[in-house]
């Protein structure tokens, strides 16, 4: 979509993904970490990989679980954004943006969910003095109006709470305190509707 399109995040976990090189790996990673230890096991090779003794290496991963909006603000369907290497930053200023976002409520400011949070995302080239490749730009639009869109705000915390609940990549520790994981944040927070 080269106009980019309209998404809810409905919540995000941080991994850290265990790979093996090209040619020994099965497409997917060997691991996913959810403990932000496992970094701590990993030194820097002369690519900039983060290598496990094993030989594997590490990404930090952010995973973004989103609802797909059409341009009416209708849901169209779920999906998960990953932003790692050099969209990592992005992850943590999209992170900043949904939390650090704040309406007037009838008892004083507060952050609205960010299931009922709505963003644009489009692609930009991006380049380095070796590398070319395509980056995220992220746009807030707005905050969904329960008296317009309820439809949508039902479908964006129904997939926030199934989310949740699936613990999706394993043993997800939810509680933890960790300043890039949104999900204790989420839980936390009260629906305005």
């Known amino acids: 979509a080269r106009d980019g399109f309209l998404v809810s995040p409905c919540l995000f976990i941080n ?36 290598r496990l003794p094993n030989g594997n290496y590490v990404e930090d991963t952010g995973n973004h679980f989103v609802y797909i909006l059409d341009k009416d603000l209708n849901p169209v369907e779920q999906a998960l954004i990953t932003m790692k290497s050099t969209q990592k930053k992005k992850s943590k200023m999209w992170n900043s943006m949904i939390q ?30 070796d590398y070319t490749w395509a980056g995220w730009v992220i746009e807030f639009k707005q905050v969904l109006d329960p008296s317009k869109h309820l439809k949508t705000l039902h479908n964006t915390q129904a997939f926030y ?31 305005p509707f």
């Open 161 to 191: 709470e199934s989310a949740m609940k699936s613990d999706i990549f394993g043993k997800v520790n939810f509680e933890a305190d960790n300043q890039d994981t949104q999900a204790e944040g989420n839980k936390k927070e009260s629906v």
């Open 100 to 129: 650090s976002r704040r309406m007037q409520g009838k008892n004083g400011l507060y952050n609205p969910p960010s299931f009922s949070q709505v963003y644009k995302l489009t692609v930009t080239r991006e380049s380095s003095k």
């Open 15 to 50: 991994t850290f993904n265990e790979w093996q090189d090209k040619g020994e790996t099965t497409g997917r990673p060997v691991a996913i970490h959810t403990d932000p230890a496992i970094m701590s096991q990993t030194t820097r090779d002369a690519e900039g990989k983060d």
